[in-house]
DNA sequence: AATTAACTATGATATAAATCATATTATTCG
DNA sequence: CGAATAATATGATTTATATCATAGTTAATT
């Protein structure tokens, strides 16, 4: 980690969208701006909340350890995207990992200016409420998905995600690099029977591989792998 | 479902305990309170949004279906729970189910007026912020969980989480009396599943059962089931 | 450029947990 | 109160998915 000059233009976070322009500077004296090589620790599961990150470049995941060698992935971060705010609960200690997936530019803001923040704006408050209500609701689908769902529909809604998160190219290809391991850890199931899983889509018809990435063929027919069909 | 004079002292809930006093006479205008039979269901998956309710009386389950057959329980709620505020994201539709277990009694408090309650209180945003932040930790501690924790360990967690929700009689038997179905539900798993689980802690001295309910003879012993030992 | 380390690819095997089957016992309710 | 419905209890069987094993490829790093 080193602390790098390069800075946001102030405009396209949370705190920054729901600040009043007054705020603005006092945002830009109390941010830092960090960067992170490939694969470095950003904060980890276990240790203090300092503050909350806002992702500048790159890609991020969050994850949570099990054993040293099993992990799920809980969620990409990307430009814009806020990291850290789980710490914002009862408990100070920080419940989850987040690991640098390439090269990434953070916006790092310490928590007591955080919640003076908050406590100066109630729309920032709400804005957060919000998030953190739609980030639930992500959450206990993916609960439900975890437990009831096959590991086949869990494949197809990984994929769904990372195209409606990272985009396509003109060639369809989504927009993304992330190895098989890492999205069979957000899948919660092994990269072997991730790559089955591929290799069945693909027979299927529904998606293309690429050398450099994927593409869906047949973005309707993954959805019904997601839903139940008795 | 119906309307019922029952009434709430108005200082329980999380509405009620972040408004101050010269609000409390609007949510008391503003409040019906309902009861709800066991069994029946209170709001489910797929409707509009009506508000949010608060458990006066009784239990109810916060669950998620799959198949017609399956279902993952999410949450228990009890008196002084808040209910439906899964809906505050920006889906006006909500995502989950709520059915009462036993004979129920809510306040319930329309969308709208709560709305109003938030804009009109920065400690009520505040704290329903803080709410969401601590169910969202949860919920991705449960989603690990199921992705990665055995059978074993989960219904470990869930006796611990009963235990420390419905709490426990002098005899230290858990104050609560749900069907193994409905505690399998919340594991995540099988009632039959469940029940071997049950007979394995049972054999090991984890666990008592009674006539009525279960008795945790080792938490601590327990709770290393629900932690990584590799 | 060479050496290590990480990722991909597949088949074979093992196993945890679901499903199926069938009694038995409670509970609900007309 | 007695019929019907739901919950418990257990064994047998199946199946989905993880684990193990082994190679080949690509990507990092000195």
């Known amino acids: 980690m080193k602390i790098t000059k ?31 090589k490939k694969k470095e620790v950003i904060f980890s599961e276990g240790s203090l909340v300092a503050g909350v990150y806002f992702v500048y470049k790159g890609t991020v995941k969050i994850h949570k350890a099990w054993s040293p060698q099993k992990e799920l992935i809980l969620s990409f971060a990307r430009k814009g995207d806020m990291i850290g705010y789980r710490a ?34 109630h729309p920032l408050t709400y804005a957060l409420m919000r998030f953190y209500a739609n980030a639930l609701q992500e959450a206990e689908k993916r609960m439900r998905n975890l437990a009831l769902m096959d590991v086949k529909g869990r494949v197809a809604e990984t994929l769904l995600m990372l195209h409606h998160k990272f985009g396509a190219d003109e060639m369809g290809q989504i927009a993304m690099n992330l190895t098989r391991q890492v999205m069979a850890a957000y899948a919660g199931t092994t990269y072997e029977t991730f790559f089955r899983m591929l290799n069945e889509l693909k ?17 309707e027919k993954l959805a019904t792998l997601t839903h139940t069909d008795p």
Not at 99 to 110: E, H, P
Not at 208 to 214: A, C, I, R, V
């Open 6 to 36: 390069t800075s946001c233009d102030l405009s396209s976070c949370l705190l920054c969208k729901n600040s009043v322009a007054g705020w603005l500077p006092l945002i830009d004296a109390n941010r830092q701006m960090l960067s992170f």
């Open 88 to 121: 914002l609960g009862n408990d100070q200690i920080l419940p989850i990992t987040a690991t640098a997936l390439d090269d990434v530019t953070l916006c790092f803001v310490a928590l007591p200016f955080f919640e003076l923040s908050l406590q100066s704006s």
């Open 203 to 219: 027979a299927e018809g529904l998606i293309q591989q690429t050398d450099e990435s994927l593409i869906l063929l047949d973005a």
